[in-house]
Protein backbone atom coordinates (compact mmCIF):
# COMPACT_ATOMS: atom_id res chain seq x y z
CA UNK A 1 0.00 0.00 0.00
CA UNK A 2 0.86 3.70 -0.82
CA UNK A 3 2.11 5.08 2.68
CA UNK A 4 -1.44 6.00 4.13
CA UNK A 5 0.73 7.11 7.35
CA UNK A 6 0.44 10.71 8.36
CA UNK A 7 3.19 13.05 8.66
CA UNK A 8 5.48 12.39 11.64
CA UNK A 9 8.51 14.47 12.26
CA UNK A 10 11.00 13.95 15.28
CA UNK A 11 11.17 17.18 15.98
CA UNK A 12 9.78 21.15 14.98
CA UNK A 13 11.07 22.99 12.05
CA UNK A 14 14.30 24.04 13.09
CA UNK A 15 15.14 27.45 11.42
CA UNK A 16 16.61 28.03 7.76
CA UNK A 17 19.19 30.04 6.53
CA UNK A 18 17.69 30.34 3.00
CA UNK A 19 13.73 30.28 1.95
CA UNK A 20 15.35 28.11 -1.17
CA UNK A 21 16.44 25.69 0.83
CA UNK A 22 15.03 22.15 0.61
CA UNK A 23 12.71 21.35 3.94
CA UNK A 24 12.99 18.48 5.92
CA UNK A 25 12.75 14.96 4.64
CA UNK A 26 9.60 12.80 5.41
CA UNK A 27 9.98 9.87 7.18
CA UNK A 28 8.90 6.38 6.01
CA UNK A 29 5.92 4.66 7.17
CA UNK A 30 7.48 1.42 9.08
CA UNK A 31 7.00 -0.72 12.03
CA UNK A 32 9.98 0.62 13.74
CA UNK A 33 8.61 4.02 14.49
CA UNK A 34 6.61 2.06 17.12
CA UNK A 35 9.91 0.61 19.04
CA UNK A 36 10.16 3.02 22.23
CA UNK A 37 7.47 5.45 21.26
CA UNK A 38 5.60 4.61 24.29
CA UNK A 39 6.13 2.87 27.39
CA UNK A 40 4.25 -0.54 28.47
CA UNK A 41 0.45 -0.48 29.89
CA UNK A 42 0.79 -1.79 33.25
CA UNK A 43 -2.65 -2.86 34.37
CA UNK A 44 -4.12 -4.76 37.61
CA UNK A 45 -7.45 -5.95 36.27
CA UNK A 46 -7.07 -9.18 34.07
CA UNK A 47 -10.33 -9.75 31.97
CA UNK A 48 -11.08 -12.34 29.74
CA UNK A 49 -11.98 -11.64 25.68
CA UNK A 50 -15.59 -12.69 26.67
CA UNK A 51 -16.11 -9.75 28.82
CA UNK A 52 -15.65 -6.72 26.45
CA UNK A 53 -18.38 -5.00 24.87
CA UNK A 54 -17.39 -5.00 20.80
CA UNK A 55 -16.62 -1.43 20.01
CA UNK A 56 -19.08 -1.64 17.10
CA UNK A 57 -21.70 -2.09 19.48
CA UNK A 58 -20.00 0.76 21.56
CA UNK A 59 -19.90 3.30 18.76
CA UNK A 60 -23.30 2.10 17.49
CA UNK A 61 -24.97 3.01 21.27
CA UNK A 62 -22.87 6.01 21.21
CA UNK A 63 -24.52 7.23 17.74
CA UNK A 64 -28.06 6.65 19.27
CA UNK A 65 -26.98 8.37 22.23
CA UNK A 66 -26.35 11.30 20.49
CA UNK A 67 -29.10 11.73 18.17
CA UNK A 68 -31.60 11.05 21.30
CA UNK A 69 -29.46 13.94 23.44
CA UNK A 70 -29.64 16.15 20.18
CA UNK A 71 -33.12 15.96 19.90
CA UNK A 72 -33.69 16.43 23.60
CA UNK A 73 -31.36 19.71 23.63
CA UNK A 74 -32.57 21.69 20.74
CA UNK A 75 -36.34 20.94 22.22
CA UNK A 76 -34.95 22.57 25.39
CA UNK A 77 -32.87 25.73 24.03
CA UNK A 78 -36.39 26.20 21.97
CA UNK A 79 -37.59 27.69 25.18
CA UNK A 80 -34.66 28.27 27.40
CA UNK A 81 -34.72 32.31 28.53
CA UNK A 82 -37.73 33.09 27.01
CA UNK A 83 -36.47 32.12 23.40
CA UNK A 84 -38.86 31.31 20.54
CA UNK A 85 -37.70 28.38 18.54
CA UNK A 86 -37.63 29.11 14.60
CA UNK A 87 -40.22 26.49 13.14
CA UNK A 88 -39.27 25.19 9.40
CA UNK A 89 -41.36 27.83 7.51
CA UNK A 90 -40.55 30.76 9.16
CA UNK A 91 -36.55 28.92 8.50
CA UNK A 92 -37.88 28.71 4.51
CA UNK A 93 -38.51 32.40 4.00
CA UNK A 94 -34.50 32.62 5.13
CA UNK A 95 -31.03 31.68 4.03
CA UNK A 96 -28.43 31.57 6.26
CA UNK A 97 -24.66 32.86 4.95
CA UNK A 98 -21.69 31.59 7.37
CA UNK A 99 -17.56 32.52 6.63
CA UNK A 100 -15.26 30.96 8.92
CA UNK A 101 -12.38 32.32 10.37
CA UNK A 102 -9.63 29.86 11.91
CA UNK A 103 -6.15 30.27 13.83
CA UNK A 104 -4.12 27.97 14.54
CA UNK A 105 -0.73 27.73 16.03
CA UNK A 106 1.78 26.43 13.89
CA UNK A 107 4.38 23.69 14.53
CA UNK A 108 7.41 25.16 15.01
CA UNK A 109 10.38 25.64 17.55
CA UNK A 110 10.37 29.63 17.55
CA UNK A 111 8.82 32.49 17.50
CA UNK A 112 7.00 34.56 14.67
CA UNK A 113 9.43 37.32 14.62
CA UNK A 114 12.10 36.39 17.65
CA UNK A 115 14.30 33.35 18.02
CA UNK A 116 12.52 32.62 21.29
CA UNK A 117 11.79 29.09 22.07
CA UNK A 118 7.78 28.57 22.38
CA UNK A 119 7.87 24.84 22.96
CA UNK A 120 4.45 22.63 23.51
CA UNK A 121 5.64 22.14 26.99
CA UNK A 122 5.42 26.21 27.80
CA UNK A 123 1.55 25.61 28.00
CA UNK A 124 1.24 24.57 31.23
CA UNK A 125 4.76 25.93 32.24
CA UNK A 126 6.26 28.47 34.64
CA UNK A 127 4.12 32.21 33.30
CA UNK A 128 6.60 34.68 31.48
CA UNK A 129 10.01 32.84 31.25
CA UNK A 130 10.04 32.49 27.37
CA UNK A 131 9.81 35.93 26.08
CA UNK A 132 12.02 37.87 24.11
CA UNK A 133 12.06 41.90 23.94
CA UNK A 134 9.80 42.62 21.46
CA UNK A 135 7.34 40.22 22.89
CA UNK A 136 6.95 42.53 25.85
CA UNK A 137 7.34 45.39 23.23
CA UNK A 138 10.45 46.97 25.15
CA UNK A 139 11.35 50.34 23.95
CA UNK A 140 14.27 49.31 20.85
CA UNK A 141 13.06 45.68 19.77
CA UNK A 142 12.86 45.16 16.55
CA UNK A 143 10.96 41.98 15.06
CA UNK A 144 12.80 39.27 12.75
CA UNK A 145 11.16 37.14 10.37
CA UNK A 146 12.14 33.34 11.64
CA UNK A 147 11.87 31.31 8.08
CA UNK A 148 11.72 28.10 9.84
CA UNK A 149 8.17 29.14 10.80
CA UNK A 150 7.18 29.58 6.98
CA UNK A 151 7.30 25.88 6.61
CA UNK A 152 4.30 24.50 8.65
CA UNK A 153 2.20 27.73 6.77
CA UNK A 154 3.19 25.77 3.58
CA UNK A 155 2.47 22.90 4.12
CA UNK A 156 -1.39 23.93 5.43
CA UNK A 157 -2.11 26.40 2.36
CA UNK A 158 -1.30 23.67 -0.07
CA UNK A 159 -3.17 21.22 1.65
CA UNK A 160 -5.80 23.81 1.55
CA UNK A 161 -5.12 24.02 -2.56
CA UNK A 162 -4.24 27.50 -2.09
CA UNK A 163 -2.06 29.83 -4.80
CA UNK A 164 1.42 30.56 -2.81
CA UNK A 165 2.26 34.17 -3.49
CA UNK A 166 5.91 34.80 -4.39
CA UNK A 167 5.69 38.02 -2.46
CA UNK A 168 3.64 39.10 0.44
CA UNK A 169 3.91 41.30 3.54
CA UNK A 170 2.93 42.27 6.61
CA UNK A 171 0.65 44.50 8.19
CA UNK A 172 -0.19 46.23 12.01
CA UNK A 173 -3.77 46.02 13.17
CA UNK A 174 -4.02 48.40 15.79
CA UNK A 175 -6.15 47.63 19.34
CA UNK A 176 -5.66 48.75 22.75
CA UNK A 177 -5.77 45.65 24.96
CA UNK A 178 -3.49 44.20 27.99
CA UNK A 179 -3.00 41.13 25.89
CA UNK A 180 -0.60 43.17 23.02
CA UNK A 181 1.58 45.18 24.59
CA UNK A 182 2.58 46.80 21.46
CA UNK A 183 -0.60 48.57 20.77
CA UNK A 184 -1.15 46.65 17.52
CA UNK A 185 -0.88 42.44 16.45
CA UNK A 186 1.14 41.71 13.17
CA UNK A 187 -0.20 40.33 10.50
CA UNK A 188 -1.09 40.04 6.31
CA UNK A 189 -4.54 41.56 5.89
CA UNK A 190 -3.80 43.71 2.37
CA UNK A 191 -0.72 40.68 0.77
CA UNK A 192 -1.25 37.12 2.45
CA UNK A 193 1.02 34.51 1.79
CA UNK A 194 -1.60 32.32 0.31
CA UNK A 195 -4.73 32.82 -1.55
CA UNK A 196 -7.38 31.35 -3.60
CA UNK A 197 -7.38 27.43 -1.79
CA UNK A 198 -10.35 25.44 -1.46
CA UNK A 199 -11.96 22.15 0.59
CA UNK A 200 -14.04 19.64 -0.82
CA UNK A 201 -16.90 18.52 2.03
CA UNK A 202 -18.42 15.03 1.24
CA UNK A 203 -21.35 13.85 2.48
CA UNK A 204 -19.43 11.11 5.00
CA UNK A 205 -17.97 14.38 5.97
CA UNK A 206 -21.10 15.33 8.05
CA UNK A 207 -22.31 17.65 5.87
CA UNK A 208 -26.05 18.96 6.14
CA UNK A 209 -28.53 16.94 4.04
CA UNK A 210 -29.55 19.82 1.64
CA UNK A 211 -25.95 20.44 0.68
CA UNK A 212 -26.10 16.62 -1.05
CA UNK A 213 -22.95 14.21 -1.84
CA UNK A 214 -20.83 17.11 -1.97
CA UNK A 215 -20.00 20.91 -1.64
CA UNK A 216 -16.95 22.90 -2.18
CA UNK A 217 -16.52 25.97 -0.29
CA UNK A 218 -13.55 28.78 -1.25
CA UNK A 219 -10.49 29.39 0.93
CA UNK A 220 -10.12 33.49 0.07
CA UNK A 221 -6.74 34.02 1.76
CA UNK A 222 -4.16 32.29 4.56
CA UNK A 223 -1.98 34.48 6.21
CA UNK A 224 0.91 34.21 8.77
CA UNK A 225 0.09 36.85 12.33
CA UNK A 226 1.16 36.82 15.96
CA UNK A 227 -0.37 35.07 18.72
CA UNK A 228 -1.52 37.45 21.71
CA UNK A 229 -0.87 36.62 25.66
CA UNK A 230 -2.80 34.09 27.45
CA UNK A 231 -5.00 36.09 30.13
CA UNK A 232 -5.69 34.39 33.16
CA UNK A 233 -9.00 35.51 35.36
CA UNK A 234 -8.55 35.88 38.78
CA UNK A 235 -11.97 36.82 40.22
CA UNK A 236 -13.83 38.92 41.11
CA UNK A 237 -11.45 41.92 39.51
CA UNK A 238 -7.86 40.79 38.28
CA UNK A 239 -6.49 39.35 35.59
CA UNK A 240 -2.92 38.14 34.97
CA UNK A 241 -1.23 37.64 31.68
CA UNK A 242 1.29 35.06 30.37
CA UNK A 243 3.08 36.48 27.88
CA UNK A 244 4.62 33.06 26.58
CA UNK A 245 1.99 32.74 24.08
CA UNK A 246 3.04 36.29 22.90
CA UNK A 247 4.41 36.22 18.93
CA UNK A 248 3.86 32.43 18.58
CA UNK A 249 3.36 31.91 14.94
CA UNK A 250 -0.23 31.27 14.05
CA UNK A 251 -2.20 31.15 10.13
CA UNK A 252 -5.96 32.34 9.88
CA UNK A 253 -7.68 30.87 7.42
CA UNK A 254 -10.16 32.75 5.86
CA UNK A 255 -12.80 31.12 3.97
CA UNK A 256 -15.62 32.94 1.36
CA UNK A 257 -19.36 33.39 3.20
CA UNK A 258 -20.47 29.84 0.88
CA UNK A 259 -21.56 28.23 3.85
CA UNK A 260 -25.60 27.34 4.04
CA UNK A 261 -25.93 25.23 6.95
CA UNK A 262 -24.69 25.03 10.69
CA UNK A 263 -24.33 21.38 10.40
CA UNK A 264 -21.81 22.06 7.14
CA UNK A 265 -19.96 24.82 8.95
CA UNK A 266 -19.20 22.57 11.75
CA UNK A 267 -18.29 19.80 9.17
CA UNK A 268 -15.72 22.35 7.77
CA UNK A 269 -13.60 23.12 10.70
CA UNK A 270 -13.32 19.82 11.72
CA UNK A 271 -12.10 18.72 7.77
CA UNK A 272 -10.09 21.86 8.14
CA UNK A 273 -8.56 20.02 11.53
CA UNK A 274 -8.12 17.10 10.17
CA UNK A 275 -6.08 18.55 7.20
CA UNK A 276 -3.92 20.62 8.82
CA UNK A 277 -3.05 17.76 11.43
CA UNK A 278 -2.53 15.53 8.87
CA UNK A 279 0.36 17.45 7.21
CA UNK A 280 1.67 18.45 10.65
CA UNK A 281 1.37 22.05 10.49
CA UNK A 282 -0.16 22.46 13.56
CA UNK A 283 0.63 21.73 17.48
CA UNK A 284 -2.86 20.51 18.49
CA UNK A 285 -6.28 20.82 17.84
CA UNK A 286 -9.46 22.33 19.43
CA UNK A 287 -9.01 19.84 22.47
CA UNK A 288 -6.43 21.61 23.45
CA UNK A 289 -6.85 25.05 22.56
CA UNK A 290 -4.33 24.99 19.77
CA UNK A 291 -7.16 25.55 17.07
CA UNK A 292 -10.20 28.40 17.62
CA UNK A 293 -13.15 29.62 15.32
CA UNK A 294 -14.51 32.78 14.08
CA UNK A 295 -17.79 32.50 12.65
CA UNK A 296 -19.65 35.65 10.56
CA UNK A 297 -23.55 34.75 10.65
CA UNK A 298 -26.37 36.74 8.10
CA UNK A 299 -29.32 35.95 6.88
CA UNK A 300 -31.12 37.16 4.07
CA UNK A 301 -35.04 37.05 2.59
CA UNK A 302 -35.22 34.16 0.05
CA UNK A 303 -35.62 35.19 -3.51
CA UNK A 304 -36.18 38.64 -2.59
CA UNK A 305 -32.78 40.18 -1.35
CA UNK A 306 -29.65 39.72 -4.05
CA UNK A 307 -26.98 41.12 -1.56
CA UNK A 308 -25.72 39.41 1.86
CA UNK A 309 -27.00 41.09 4.92
CA UNK A 310 -25.85 42.59 8.00
CA UNK A 311 -23.45 39.77 8.95
CA UNK A 312 -22.05 39.72 12.74
CA UNK A 313 -18.98 38.42 14.04
CA UNK A 314 -19.36 35.15 17.09
CA UNK A 315 -15.32 34.83 18.63
CA UNK A 316 -13.24 32.10 19.96
CA UNK A 317 -15.45 29.12 19.49
CA UNK A 318 -13.48 26.44 21.05
CA UNK A 319 -15.13 22.89 19.64
CA UNK A 320 -16.38 21.69 16.62
CA UNK A 321 -20.35 21.58 18.63
CA UNK A 322 -19.61 25.09 19.73
CA UNK A 323 -19.60 26.08 15.78
CA UNK A 324 -22.87 24.95 14.99
CA UNK A 325 -24.41 25.67 17.97
CA UNK A 326 -23.36 29.08 17.90
CA UNK A 327 -24.59 29.47 14.55
CA UNK A 328 -28.21 28.28 15.10
CA UNK A 329 -28.52 30.19 18.38
CA UNK A 330 -27.29 33.38 15.99
CA UNK A 331 -29.29 32.44 13.19
CA UNK A 332 -32.45 32.01 15.01
CA UNK A 333 -31.95 35.45 16.89
CA UNK A 334 -31.37 37.45 13.45
CA UNK A 335 -34.88 36.00 12.02
CA UNK A 336 -36.56 36.91 15.04
CA UNK A 337 -35.09 40.59 14.77
CA UNK A 338 -35.74 40.97 10.91
CA UNK A 339 -39.18 38.97 11.37
CA UNK A 340 -40.18 41.62 14.40
CA UNK A 341 -38.69 44.63 12.00
CA UNK A 342 -35.94 45.51 13.37
CA UNK A 343 -32.12 45.94 11.37
CA UNK A 344 -29.19 43.96 12.44
CA UNK A 345 -26.68 45.52 13.58
CA UNK A 346 -22.84 44.85 12.84
CA UNK A 347 -21.33 43.87 15.83
CA UNK A 348 -19.03 41.62 17.41
CA UNK A 349 -21.31 38.67 19.54
CA UNK A 350 -20.28 36.22 21.89
CA UNK A 351 -21.49 32.46 22.99
CA UNK A 352 -21.17 30.35 25.64
CA UNK A 353 -21.90 26.89 26.29
CA UNK A 354 -25.06 25.66 26.78
CA UNK A 355 -27.00 29.20 25.78
CA UNK A 356 -29.84 29.57 23.55
CA UNK A 357 -28.75 32.92 22.73
CA UNK A 358 -25.64 34.87 21.59
CA UNK A 359 -25.13 38.01 23.66
CA UNK A 360 -23.08 41.38 22.37
CA UNK A 361 -19.60 42.04 22.82
CA UNK A 362 -19.08 45.22 21.10
CA UNK A 363 -19.73 47.02 18.28
CA UNK A 364 -18.16 45.77 14.60
CA UNK A 365 -14.61 47.28 14.12
CA UNK A 366 -13.84 47.45 10.22
CA UNK A 367 -10.53 48.80 8.47
CA UNK A 368 -10.68 52.16 9.55
CA UNK A 369 -11.08 51.40 13.20
CA UNK A 370 -8.15 48.93 12.82
CA UNK A 371 -5.84 51.44 11.41
CA UNK A 372 -4.52 49.06 9.23
CA UNK A 373 -1.02 50.08 7.43
CA UNK A 374 2.08 48.17 6.00
CA UNK A 375 4.90 47.33 8.74
CA UNK A 376 7.80 49.27 8.49
CA UNK A 377 9.98 47.70 10.30
CA UNK A 378 9.58 44.32 8.04
CA UNK A 379 10.32 44.01 4.79
CA UNK A 380 8.64 41.80 1.96
CA UNK A 381 8.18 37.82 2.62
CA UNK A 382 9.58 36.04 -0.73
CA UNK A 383 8.83 33.07 -1.76
CA UNK A 384 10.85 30.66 -4.40
CA UNK A 385 8.93 28.57 -6.71
CA UNK A 386 11.70 25.65 -5.86
CA UNK A 387 10.84 25.65 -2.17
CA UNK A 388 7.23 25.51 -3.23
CA UNK A 389 7.74 22.39 -5.69
CA UNK A 390 9.78 20.74 -2.86
CA UNK A 391 7.42 21.10 -0.21
CA UNK A 392 4.26 20.22 -2.52
CA UNK A 393 5.84 17.14 -3.39
CA UNK A 394 6.85 15.73 0.02
CA UNK A 395 3.74 16.11 1.57
CA UNK A 396 1.89 13.02 3.12
CA UNK A 397 -1.53 11.71 1.59
CA UNK A 398 -3.50 13.74 2.70
CA UNK A 399 -7.23 12.17 4.45
CA UNK A 400 -9.41 12.12 1.55
CA UNK A 401 -7.09 10.04 -0.64
CA UNK A 402 -6.33 7.55 1.95
CA UNK A 403 -9.79 6.47 3.08
CA UNK A 404 -10.09 6.42 -0.67
CA UNK A 405 -7.63 3.92 -0.99
CA UNK A 406 -8.52 1.87 2.46
CA UNK A 407 -12.07 1.25 0.19
CA UNK A 408 -11.25 0.54 -2.82
CA UNK A 409 -7.70 -1.03 -2.50
CA UNK A 410 -8.51 -2.99 1.04
CA UNK A 411 -12.04 -3.67 0.52
CA UNK A 412 -12.95 -1.62 4.26
CA UNK A 413 -16.78 -0.09 4.75
CA UNK A 414 -16.30 3.66 4.24
CA UNK A 415 -17.43 3.54 8.07
CA UNK A 416 -14.42 2.10 8.95
CA UNK A 417 -11.98 3.54 6.47
CA UNK A 418 -12.84 7.19 8.09
CA UNK A 419 -12.84 5.59 11.62
CA UNK A 420 -9.63 3.93 11.51
CA UNK A 421 -7.95 7.55 9.99
CA UNK A 422 -9.20 9.76 12.21
CA UNK A 423 -8.70 7.70 15.59
CA UNK A 424 -5.61 8.39 17.67
CA UNK A 425 -4.44 11.45 15.20
CA UNK A 426 -3.31 8.74 12.97
CA UNK A 427 -1.84 6.30 15.25
CA UNK A 428 -4.57 3.36 14.98
CA UNK A 429 -4.08 3.93 11.14
CA UNK A 430 -0.22 3.16 11.33
CA UNK A 431 -0.72 0.09 13.58
CA UNK A 432 -2.94 -1.11 11.11
CA UNK A 433 -0.77 -0.89 8.07
CA UNK A 434 2.18 -2.47 9.88
CA UNK A 435 -0.25 -5.33 11.32
CA UNK A 436 -1.58 -6.24 7.78
CA UNK A 437 2.37 -6.20 6.59
CA UNK A 438 3.07 -8.63 9.15
CA UNK A 439 0.38 -10.87 8.37
CA UNK A 440 0.59 -9.96 4.34
CA UNK A 441 4.44 -11.68 5.27
CA UNK A 442 2.63 -14.32 7.21
CA UNK A 443 0.50 -15.65 4.22
CA UNK A 444 3.65 -15.24 1.82
CA UNK A 445 5.41 -18.13 3.56
CA UNK A 446 2.67 -20.22 4.05
CA UNK A 447 2.22 -23.79 1.96
CA UNK A 448 -1.81 -23.67 2.37
CA UNK A 449 -4.31 -22.90 -0.31
CA UNK A 450 -5.32 -19.15 -0.62
CA UNK A 451 -7.36 -16.97 -2.43
CA UNK A 452 -5.63 -15.55 -5.20
CA UNK A 453 -2.97 -12.36 -4.29
CA UNK A 454 -5.72 -9.80 -4.50
CA UNK A 455 -8.84 -11.23 -3.12
CA UNK A 456 -6.48 -12.43 0.05
CA UNK A 457 -5.18 -9.34 0.66
CA UNK A 458 -8.62 -7.76 0.86
CA UNK A 459 -10.33 -10.36 2.63
CA UNK A 460 -6.81 -10.13 4.97
CA UNK A 461 -6.97 -6.37 5.31
CA UNK A 462 -10.87 -6.45 6.21
CA UNK A 463 -9.57 -8.86 8.75
CA UNK A 464 -6.88 -6.87 9.84
CA UNK A 465 -9.30 -3.64 10.48
CA UNK A 466 -12.13 -5.32 12.59
CA UNK A 467 -9.53 -6.41 14.81
CA UNK A 468 -7.82 -3.21 15.02
CA UNK A 469 -10.91 -1.20 15.15
CA UNK A 470 -13.25 -3.24 16.98
CA UNK A 471 -11.77 -6.17 19.27
CA UNK A 472 -8.92 -3.47 20.52
CA UNK A 473 -11.14 -0.99 20.65
CA UNK A 474 -13.61 -3.28 22.70
CA UNK A 475 -10.48 -3.55 24.98
CA UNK A 476 -9.80 -0.42 25.29
CA UNK A 477 -13.35 0.88 26.54
CA UNK A 478 -13.37 -1.84 29.00
CA UNK A 479 -10.29 -0.53 30.37
CA UNK A 480 -10.83 2.90 29.90
CA UNK A 481 -7.03 2.86 28.13
CA UNK A 482 -5.82 4.97 25.60
CA UNK A 483 -4.59 3.33 22.36
CA UNK A 484 -0.73 2.16 22.27
CA UNK A 485 0.94 0.07 19.36
CA UNK A 486 3.00 -1.20 21.91
CA UNK A 487 0.28 -2.63 24.29
CA UNK A 488 0.05 -5.71 21.78
CA UNK A 489 2.46 -5.49 18.99
CA UNK A 490 1.79 -5.82 15.85
CA UNK A 491 3.67 -8.74 14.96
CA UNK A 492 1.17 -10.58 18.42
CA UNK A 493 -1.79 -9.37 16.66
CA UNK A 494 -0.48 -10.85 13.11
CA UNK A 495 0.42 -13.89 14.00
CA UNK A 496 -3.12 -14.02 16.24
CA UNK A 497 -4.79 -13.95 12.86
CA UNK A 498 -2.18 -15.74 11.22
CA UNK A 499 -2.93 -18.61 12.94
CA UNK A 500 -6.98 -18.11 12.98
CA UNK A 501 -7.03 -17.96 9.35
CA UNK A 502 -4.99 -21.27 9.04
CA UNK A 503 -7.27 -22.72 11.03
CA UNK A 504 -5.03 -23.92 14.03
CA UNK A 505 -7.40 -21.92 16.49
CA UNK A 506 -10.99 -21.03 16.50
CA UNK A 507 -12.27 -17.12 16.99
CA UNK A 508 -12.79 -17.55 20.78
CA UNK A 509 -9.36 -18.41 21.26
CA UNK A 510 -8.44 -15.67 19.16
CA UNK A 511 -10.05 -13.27 21.02
CA UNK A 512 -8.05 -14.78 24.25
CA UNK A 513 -4.97 -14.29 23.00
CA UNK A 514 -5.61 -10.71 22.18
CA UNK A 515 -6.80 -10.11 25.60
CA UNK A 516 -3.81 -12.20 27.24
CA UNK A 517 -1.06 -9.54 25.47
CA UNK A 518 -3.39 -6.50 26.01
CA UNK A 519 -3.25 -7.19 29.45
CA UNK A 520 0.39 -7.64 29.64
CA UNK A 521 1.44 -11.37 29.15
CA UNK A 522 4.64 -11.41 27.88
CA UNK A 523 4.78 -15.16 26.53
CA UNK A 524 4.73 -15.27 22.54
CA UNK A 525 1.53 -16.25 21.01
CA UNK A 526 3.09 -19.81 20.39
CA UNK A 527 3.98 -20.53 24.05
CA UNK A 528 0.62 -19.12 25.52
CA UNK A 529 -1.61 -21.29 22.94
CA UNK A 530 0.96 -24.62 23.81
CA UNK A 531 1.30 -24.05 27.68
CA UNK A 532 -2.41 -23.68 27.51
CA UNK A 533 -3.00 -26.64 25.34
CA UNK A 534 -5.12 -23.93 22.78
CA UNK A 535 -4.74 -25.54 19.64
CA UNK A 536 -7.42 -26.68 17.61
CA UNK A 537 -7.75 -30.20 17.63
CA UNK A 538 -9.20 -30.94 14.41
CA UNK A 539 -12.26 -32.86 13.95
CA UNK A 540 -12.66 -35.74 11.19
CA UNK A 541 -15.30 -34.99 8.39
CA UNK A 542 -17.29 -37.75 9.84
CA UNK A 543 -17.05 -36.17 13.80
CA UNK A 544 -18.73 -32.94 11.92
CA UNK A 545 -21.29 -34.99 9.94
CA UNK A 546 -22.46 -36.95 13.08
CA UNK A 547 -22.67 -33.58 15.83
CA UNK A 548 -24.34 -31.90 12.88
CA UNK A 549 -26.90 -34.68 12.72
CA UNK A 550 -27.51 -34.96 16.30
CA UNK A 551 -27.74 -31.01 16.82
CA UNK A 552 -31.04 -31.29 13.62
CA UNK A 553 -32.35 -34.11 15.93
CA UNK A 554 -31.89 -32.41 18.88
CA UNK A 555 -33.91 -29.32 17.08
CA UNK A 556 -36.71 -30.50 14.41
CA UNK A 557 -38.16 -27.78 14.46
CA UNK A 558 -35.24 -25.19 13.33
CA UNK A 559 -34.87 -27.77 10.77
CA UNK A 560 -38.34 -27.95 9.86
CA UNK A 561 -38.36 -24.45 9.47
CA UNK A 562 -35.08 -23.94 7.55
CA UNK A 563 -35.93 -26.89 4.94
CA UNK A 564 -39.73 -26.41 4.47
CA UNK A 565 -40.31 -22.67 5.04
CA UNK A 566 -36.98 -21.41 3.71
CA UNK A 567 -36.19 -19.47 7.43
CA UNK A 568 -32.43 -20.07 6.41
CA UNK A 569 -31.01 -17.20 9.42
CA UNK A 570 -31.86 -19.64 11.41
CA UNK A 571 -29.60 -21.63 10.46
CA UNK A 572 -27.14 -19.44 12.42
CA UNK A 573 -28.76 -21.08 15.60
CA UNK A 574 -27.83 -25.11 14.61
CA UNK A 575 -24.33 -23.17 14.34
CA UNK A 576 -24.00 -21.96 17.77
CA UNK A 577 -25.15 -25.26 19.06
CA UNK A 578 -22.24 -27.07 17.36
CA UNK A 579 -19.95 -24.54 18.32
CA UNK A 580 -20.79 -24.90 21.73
CA UNK A 581 -21.01 -28.49 21.52
CA UNK A 582 -17.47 -28.89 20.30
CA UNK A 583 -15.57 -26.70 23.07
CA UNK A 584 -13.40 -25.13 20.49
CA UNK A 585 -12.65 -28.06 18.44
CA UNK A 586 -15.61 -26.70 15.68
CA UNK A 587 -14.45 -24.34 12.94
CA UNK A 588 -17.33 -22.28 12.24
CA UNK A 589 -17.13 -22.15 8.32
CA UNK A 590 -16.83 -26.41 8.22
CA UNK A 591 -19.84 -26.15 10.99
CA UNK A 592 -21.83 -24.39 8.46
CA UNK A 593 -20.74 -26.16 5.29
CA UNK A 594 -21.79 -29.50 6.93
CA UNK A 595 -25.12 -28.21 8.39
CA UNK A 596 -26.17 -27.27 4.55
CA UNK A 597 -25.32 -30.67 3.46
CA UNK A 598 -26.76 -32.86 5.83
CA UNK A 599 -29.88 -30.16 5.70
CA UNK A 600 -30.09 -30.65 2.03
CA UNK A 601 -28.90 -27.25 0.90
CA UNK A 602 -27.00 -26.15 -1.50
CA UNK A 603 -23.44 -25.69 -0.15
CA UNK A 604 -22.78 -22.07 -2.28
CA UNK A 605 -25.77 -20.42 -0.88
CA UNK A 606 -25.96 -17.88 1.94
CA UNK A 607 -29.34 -17.39 3.17
CA UNK A 608 -30.57 -14.04 5.41
CA UNK A 609 -33.67 -14.78 6.36
Given at each position: MKSVKKLKSSGRDGNSDEMTSKPESLPKTTCDLYVDRYTSRLLQTQVTAEHHIPFRKLLKDEIRKKREDKRQDGRARSFENGTKPVGDGLLDRWQLTVGLEIHAQLNTEYKLFSRESYVLTSLNGQPNTQV?????????SQPKFQKSTLLPALRAALALKCHIQNESRFDRKHYFYADQPAGYQITQYYHPFATNGSITLNDHDGIALEDGEYVEIGIKQVQLEQDTAKTVLQPPAEALLDFNRVGHPLVEIITLPQIRHPQTAAACVKKIQALLQAVNAVTTGMELGGLRADVNVSVRRRGVDTALGQRTEIKNLSSIKAVEDAIIAERNRQVHVLESGGNIKGETRGWTVGASDTVKLRGKEGEVDYRYMPDPDLGPLVIGNDLVGTIAAQLPQLPDQTIGELVAQHGLTLKDAKTLVALDEG???DYYDCVRQELTTFRTQSTQPTDTVEEGNKKSDVTVANWVLHEIGGLLNTSSSAFSPNTVPAKDLATILHYLSQNRITGRTAKQLLAKKFY???????????????????????????MAREVIEGNPEVARQIREKAEYGKLGFLMGKMMRKGEGRVVARKAEATLKEVLGLPLGFRGKN
Open positions: APFDFALPGERLSDTRTIHHIISEENLWLRQMSDEEYVA
